[in-house]
T-cell receptor, first 112, second 114 residues
Framework: GESVGLHLPTLSVQEGDNSIINCAYS??????FIWYKQESGKGPQFIID?????DKRQGQRVTVLLNKTVKHLSLQIAATQPGDSAVYFC???????????FGPGTRLSVLP | DAGVTQSPTHLIKTRGQHVTLRCSPI?????VSWYQQVLGQGPQFIFQ???????GRGNFPDRFSARQFPNYSSELNVNALLLGDSALYLC?????????????FGEGSRLTVL
């Protein structure tokens, strides 16, 4: 069935390195995507979003890339810090309301 | 300013019982959405309410219901609890009803059904 998934369930990076978290989506009708960060015991926290009419968007230390041809989304975190350790979710919206479909998540561990 | 607040934070119920979860959105936000997050999985959409009207419903049975009050707070009710209803229930508020802008999530209500 249709789903939003991730290529890597866990990712370990050295502090100071760049991180790349990937996400595949299956519905070409999706037009809005959000990356969330969820720390242990907390609710998801918005990181960055992108609409389907864009292929790249940058924030502070984060960049989201969207490749509609292969239905792939990625989150790049520059100079990863210990505070970046969390589970990261991509979520897609299929054009109406706030019915976001979340992927299963990738756990990012930052090594000292 | 206070963020999204949810209560209770933790609760334990037995199969067949009923539960009510509560959510207060960020001041000024008129849209509230509910999500269920089973351990180890991403959140799954249950309901969205905007201006006290249901705007969307996910693939959940009729045992799940919700409502939004004039002050924009919301309740999620689950009847005839099953073991599989054990999860973290997240409430999110936003300024707008559509798929624009951020969803601001609360820290959730962790429900355990025994």
């Amino acid at each position: 069935g249709e789903s939003v998934g991730l290529h890597l369930p866990t990712l370990s990076v050295q502090e100071g390195d760049n991180s790349i978290i990937n996400c595949a989506y299956s519905n070409s009708a999706s037009d809005y995507f959000i990356w969330y960060k969820q720390e242990s015991g907390k609710g998801p926290q918005f990181i960055i979003d992108i609409r389907s009419n864009m292929d790249k968007r940058q924030g502070q230390r984060v960049t989201v890339l969207l490749n509609k041809t292969v239905k792939h989304l990625s989150l790049q975190i520059a100079a990863t810090q210990p505070g970046d350790s969390a589970v990261y979710f991509c979520a897609e919206n299929r054009g109406y309301g706030q019915n976001f479909v979340f992927g299963p998540g990738t756990r990012l561990s930052v090594l000292p | 300013d206070a963020g999204v607040t949810q209560s209770p934070t933790h609760l334990i119920k037995t199969r067949g019982q009923h539960v009510t979860l509560r959510c207060s959105p960020i001041s000024g936000h008129k849209s509230v959405s509910w999500y269920q997050q089973v351990l180890g999985q991403g959140p799954q959409f249950i309901f969205q309410y905007y201006e006290k009207e249901e705007r969307g419903r996910g693939n959940f049975p009729d045992r799940f219901s919700a409502r939004q009050f004039p002050n924009y707070s919301s309740e999620l009710n689950v009847n005839a609890l099953l073991l599989g209803d054990s999860a973290l229930y997240l409430c999110a508020s936003s300024l707008l009803a559509g798929n624009t802008g951020e969803l601001f999530f609360g820290e959730g209500s962790r429900l355990t059904v025994l």
